[in-house]
């Protein structure tokens, strides 16, 4: 089946989860990752049950701490 994984077309298995797609695609971190399938997000608890489809368009977001000092 074909999953659109960051902006790429990609081939899968069928049947693959969330939890897999972040091992084969070596996502850094998955305990930090927020991953959405078709622009709705998905429960970190909830990778191993999330049940991938073709079609599907999967991101992974990292959220990043930072920024600048404020002048006070």
Do not use: C, H, W
């Not at 930090?32 to 368009?57: C, H, I, P, R």
């Amino acid at each position: 089946m074909k999953i659109t994984v960051a902006g790429k077309v990609k081939e899968y298995e069928d049947g693959i989860t969330v939890a897999k797609l972040t091992e084969l695609e070596n996502v850094e971190t998955p305990e930090y990752v927020t991953v959405t399938v078709n622009d709705e997000f998905v429960e970190s608890g909830s990778f191993a049950q999330t049940v991938l489809k073709d079609g599907d368009t999967v991101e992974f977001l990292y959220f990043m701490g930072g920024g600048q000092p404020s002048d006070r």
